[in-house]
């Protein structure tokens, strides 16, 4: 898709040259530098927090729309841009800043790759609780700006539960900084928490402050069959409803770890990881079989080591975009963890209906249930299946969000289905306008365009 003509690429080009440096901006490579099918006008690399100030300043001034990329490996998220005059790589932005393991506190400049800032942590039996389905190239940044988090949210939280700090950078050129090294120093209004999830609209994320955790001890997966969603909702209201403290709580259906075998018949898998002390792990696991018995179709199986993290990988499969986007969508719905079984069972008969294949897991506790429907190239058959399953998302108090798809079916459906009119948008719009008063980051892509 070809750029808007109304901005002058010279004129921004030169801005750019002159600010950073002439060999820093660059035209876009078609091959790897769209944005859901759009090509930006330049690409431009930058080094510091004080450049990409600089670089945002420049595109607010001359109405230049703006794409941060770290990694690039998320970039699919999101409302496909209607254009891109800059392709903003904040990738060189990857230092260890601090790291503080005493204080189970790490600051890193927002390029660091997750894989590189979890090996580090190793080193020293630590660990970033938030673990998202990520690729090598997968940033903190980029993490942060989308709210990504994996199975061991059920024991440590989202990232507004561990990011203590945050620096930013401005479409007025300055870099500001909120929070700071220490686990509990926040009074007043938590300016990081608006940044979190906000895609980057509020300004450009080029520095996280993290708290860390220690690497548990001991820790074990109890996987059991059940053999359909209704079984998997008594299963997972048993161990809500008992004193379990899962570090991993995930329903998946079973062809999506074909390497593990778990005894007993039924599509379904329920997962359920405990850390702690020997002792502690094993009566846990004790405690879940007894909870999940009832519904069970078989005693299961419990893992550790590589069979562990084979399966909590595969677990989170259906959050890492498909190599083959043409032909499949995949929706995340949230609702009441009650509701899991009927919007499992309201995906699959959607899905028999149109005659599209579907694939789903569910984060137990949460009420997070994503859906992968593929099985034909007709984008009005994939957005069809979207609109009807949003609808019953709806019915139940829920919600969807379309996490990859064919650019069609994203503008054909909307990625967000949410109200312009609705408060929460209504607030997050206030904060966009002090933000981004020319709304040229991300411009849009998120739920608040």
């Not at 024991?155 to 479409?171: H, K, P, Q, Y």
């Not at 990988?313 to 975009?321: E, F, Q, T, V, W």
């Amino acid at each position: 898709m070809a750029p808007n003509s109304a901005l002058d690429t010279a004129d921004l080009l030169e801005a750019l040259a002159t600010e950073l440096s002439p060999d820093a901006v660059a035209a876009s490579d078609p091959d790897c530098d769209t944005v859901d099918g759009v090509r930006p006008r330049l690409c431009a690399r930058v080094d510091s927090p004080d450049a990409v100030a600089a670089a945002l300043e420049i595109c607010r001034r001359l109405d230049a729309v703006v794409v941060p990329r770290g990694g690039g490996s998320h970039l699919g998220l999101g409302q496909p841009p209607e254009r891109v005059d800059l392709l903003l790589d904040v990738s060189e932005l990857n230092a260890v800043i601090e790291y503080r393991p005493a204080d189970l506190t790490l600051a890193v400049a927002a390029g660091a790759r997750l894989a590189d800032v979890q090996s580090l942590l190793a080193g020293e039996g630590q660990m970033l609780a938030l673990n998202p389905a990520s690729e090598p190239s997968s940033t903190v940044g980029g993490m942060v700006a989308a709210n990504l988090s994996g199975p061991r949210r059920a024991g440590s939280g989202t990232a507004r539960d561990l990011v203590i700090g945050l620096e930013v950078a401005g479409v007025n050129g300055l870099v500001t900084r909120s929070g700071g090294m220490v686990v509990k120093n926040v009074t007043g209004y938590d300016l990081p928490k608006a940044h979190i999830g906000a895609f980057g609209t509020l300004g450009v994320i080029t520095r996280v402050n993290l708290k860390i955790t220690p690497r548990p001890s001991v820790e074990r997966t109890l996987v059991v069959a059940l053999p359909d969603p209704a079984a998997a909702g008594s299963a997972i209201g048993a161990v809500i409803d008992s004193p379990l403290v899962p570090s991993g709580f995930e329903l998946i259906q079973r062809e999506l770890t074909p390497g593990i075998y778990v005894g007993g018949g039924g599509p379904w898998l329920l997962g359920i990881r405990v850390a702690g002390t020997a002792g502690g792990v094993a009566a846990q696991l004790a405690m879940a079989a007894e909870a999940v018995r009832p519904s069970a179709a078989g005693e299961g199986a419990t893992l550790e080591g590589a069979d562990q993290e084979r399966f909590w990988s595969d677990a989170d499969a259906l959050a890492r975009a498909p190599a083959d986007m043409a032909s499949q969508t995949t929706c995340r719905l949230s609702a009441l963890s009650s509701q899991t079984p009927s919007l499992l069972g309201s995906a699959a008969d959607i899905g028999e209906d149109l005659g599209l294949r579907t694939v789903a897991s569910a984060r137990a506790l949460h009420g997070v249930v994503r859906v992968r429907a593929s099985g034909t190239d007709d984008a009005a058959g994939l957005t069809d299946f979207v609109q009807r399953l949003r609808t019953a998302a709806e019915r139940l108090g829920g919600a969807l969000v379309i996490e990859s798809a064919p650019a069609k079916v994203k503008r054909a459906a909307g990625v967000w289905g949410v109200s312009p009119d609705a408060p929460d948008v209504q607030a997050m719009d206030v904060l966009r306008s002090a933000f981004d008063p020319g709304r040229i980051i991300n411009r849009g892509r998120f739920v608040v365009t």
